[in-house]
């Protein structure tokens, strides 16, 4: 059985930063990229950021802007999210998620149906 494991959410003031953590774990777990979503309250479950364990390529959405940071450790099945310069709406459930592995086939980054497992979420909550 597969397990994915979020840690580090909390409540931060804007300008803030925060470290997400992931760890993936489950004898048969392999993956060929991770990943974080983000869902707000109302609305749908959008890209953040991903990394491509093979050449360690890493992927955002737009609106990051150079504030958020996804690195990770391959052979420890972990990814991490810097999150700088936090604004209000960056408030949100943060979620990680992995590929099911395997031999690779394209499989767009940004979409939630390329991924196979998935955390429980961790709350991040920004105020003034």
């Known amino acids: 059985q597969v397990q994915v494991v979020e840690s580090g959410g909390r409540s931060v003031q804007a300008g803030g930063s925060l470290r997400l953590s992931c760890a993936a774990s489950?004898?048969?777990?392999?993956?060929?990229?991770m990943g974080w979503f983000r869902q707000a309250p109302g609305k749908e479950r959008e890209f953040v950021g991903a990394?491509?364990?093979?050449?360690?390529?890493?992927y955002y959405a737009d609106f990051v802007k150079g504030r958020f940071t996804v690195s990770g450790d391959g052979a420890k099945n972990s990814v991490y999210l810097q999150l700088n310069s936090l604004k209000l709406e960056d408030t949100a459930v943060y979620y990680c998620?992995?590929?099911?592995?395997?031999?690779?086939?394209?499989?767009?980054?940004?979409?939630?149906?390329?991924?196979?497992?998935w955390g429980q979420g961790t709350q991040v909550t920004v105020s003034l």
């Open positions: 998620a992995a590929d099911s592995g395997g031999t690779y086939r394209y499989k767009p980054i940004s979409v939630t149906g390329s991924y196979t497992y």
């Open positions: 489950g004898r048969t777990f392999s993956s060929n990229f």
């Open positions: 990394i491509m364990w093979s050449g360690g390529d890493t």
